[in-house]
């Protein structure tokens, strides 16, 4: 079917580390993951999105990996800041039957200072 | 550009009765979706109009409804509520639904049903 898991639902860090949100999906013939930050009371923001013909890409200190062949793919905020805080949203476009947009369950960040 | 535009922001009704949102998109976008989101389900894709025409469905029931207009405008109708249907309910439009056209979110309206 088509489904998107997200892990881990929360994770905490201390002010400068690293976080890592993982992401696999199940239409092997989705080509387009972007990835969503949403603070709260807010709505979603596009925060960065990778294609299947590239494995990684960067944006300053967010970057996003991805395996075809695992299905899975990566988000990678480094020397993360109080203001990184929200829950992200990984998600996969679906090409079995209609064509959409499905989403991750969500991972909410907490940086403390 | 303006962005996403939905309204009302909040909304409180009564179970058994209906109400209607409306999402006007970016200028130029024909593409609108529509998502449900709730605290332990996310994100889930309720529908998608492109020119007036819904292209996909997601797994809710026949009460969930919606239309866009010539103008991409785009409305979505709940009849019947339930408790179960309060949520925020977020549209997004693109260019297009295809890879080459990221969804760009409008705040969102609030429903509680009571």
């Known amino acids: 079917g088509e489904n998107v898991e997200q892990h881990p639902s929360t994770l905490s860090v201390q002010e400068g580390d690293s976080a890592v949100i993982k992401c696999t999906y199940s239409?092997?013939?989705?080509?387009?993951f972007p990835w969503y930050k949403q603070e709260l009371g807010k709505r979603p923001q596009l925060i960065i999105d990778?294609?299947?013909?590239?494995g990684e890409k960067k944006d300053q200190r967010i970057a996003v990996t991805l395996n075809k062949t695992a299905k899975h793919f990566s988000l990678h905020i480094t020397e993360t800041q109080p203001e990184d805080s929200a829950v992200y949203f990984c998600a996969a476009f679906m090409n079995t039957g209609f064509q959409k947009l499905v989403f991750g369950t969500g991972t909410r960040l907490l940086v403390s200072p | 550009k303006a962005g996403v535009t939905q309204t009302p922001r909040y909304l409180i009704k009564t179970r058994g009765q209906q109400v209607t949102l409306s999402c006007s998109p970016i200028s130029g976008h024909r593409s609108v979706s529509w998502y449900q989101q709730t605290p332990g389900q996310g994100l889930q894709f309720l529908f998608e109009y492109f020119s007036e025409t819904q292209r996909n469905k997601g797994n809710f029931p026949g009460r969930f409804s919606g239309r866009q207009f010539s103008n991409s405008r785009s409305e979505m109708n709940v009849s019947t509520l339930e408790l179960g249907d309060s949520a925020l309910y977020l549209c997004?439009?693109?260019?297009?639904?295809?890879?080459?056209?990221?969804?760009?979110f409008g705040n969102g309206t609030r429903l509680t049903v009571t």
């Open positions: 239409d092997s013939a989705s080509n387009y």
């Open positions: 990778i294609r299947s013909n590239v």
């Open positions: 997004a439009s693109s260019t297009q639904l295809d890879v080459n056209s990221p969804l760009h």
